[in-house]
């Protein structure tokens, strides 16, 4: 079983608020499928680093690959999703362990 990855990297952010508002409502809404993530750094399982003077980007560690993408597909982080909007610019990758 390969573990999953979530590999957001901020490219430009227009408002904190709405990334922050987004990451504790993707964190605590998925439900089941996010109290199986793995590699917690902080309350929200989060590990943020910062790469350059603006962007950011954001690892979440799950303990396999497919509940990585349930997690994703999930209605509960569709609904976060959807509070984001325009507010930011990033690119969204999911990743599989080997």
């Given at each position: 079983?390969?573990?999953?990855?979530?590999?957001?990297?901020?490219?430009?952010?227009?408002?904190?608020?709405?990334?922050?508002?987004?990451?504790?409502?993707?964190?605590?809404?998925?439900?089941?499928?996010?109290?199986?993530h793995?590699?917690?750094?902080?309350?929200?399982?989060?590990?943020?680093?910062?790469?350059?003077?603006?962007?950011?980007?954001?690892?979440?560690?799950?303990?396999?690959?497919?509940?990585?993408?349930?997690?994703?597909?999930?209605?509960?982080?569709k609904?976060?999703?959807?509070?984001?909007?325009?507010?930011?610019?990033?690119?969204?990758?999911?990743?599989?362990?080997?």
């Open positions: 079983m390969n573990k999953g990855y979530w590999v957001v990297a901020y490219r430009k952010v227009h408002d904190q608020a709405t990334v922050k508002n987004y990451a504790a409502a993707a964190c605590t809404g998925a439900g089941e499928v996010w109290g199986t793995v590699g917690v750094a902080d309350e929200r399982g989060l590990r943020l680093w910062r790469l350059g003077s603006k962007q950011m980007t954001v690892v979440v560690e799950f303990d396999r690959y497919e509940i990585a993408l349930a997690a994703y597909e999930s209605d509960d982080h609904k976060a999703l959807a509070a984001l909007g325009p507010s930011v610019e990033r690119d969204f990758r999911i990743a599989e362990g080997v």
